[in-house]
């Protein structure tokens, strides 16, 4: 899975807010993955921060819909290592997907 995430990374410019499908490659019972490029969180620009994830989560339910997935889930983007506090993360996640 790395290799080929690495190869979409090198042929590709996947800009913050977008996400690409991939195979599911070993993990059972997934049809596929969608990853999606959250923001690396900016306090001092919420707002911009916000929309990025909000666009992230956008572009994963458009390609969920384009491969007629009857579910997804969908992990607190950006909350780890891009500093996105877990609980603002969740409320723009609910939003944008209610």
Not at 2 to 20: F, P, S, W
Not at 54 to 63: G, H, K, R, W
Not at 71 to 96: A, C, H, L
């Amino acid at each position: 899975m790395q290799e080929h995430c690495n190869d979409i990374v090198k042929t590709n410019k996947i800009r913050v807010g977008r996400a690409v499908l991939t195979p599911a490659f070993k993990l059972s019972n997934i049809k596929a993955i969608i990853h999606a490029v959250g923001p690396i969180y900016n306090p001092s620009n919420q707002l911009e921060s916000k929309n990025n994830l909000s666009n992230a989560i956008l572009s994963s339910l458009d390609i969920a819909t384009q491969n007629n997935f009857n579910s997804i889930s969908i992990p607190t983007i950006s909350s780890g290592i891009f500093r996105y506090p877990i609980e603002e993360s969740t409320k723009v996640i609910v939003d944008t997907v209610i």
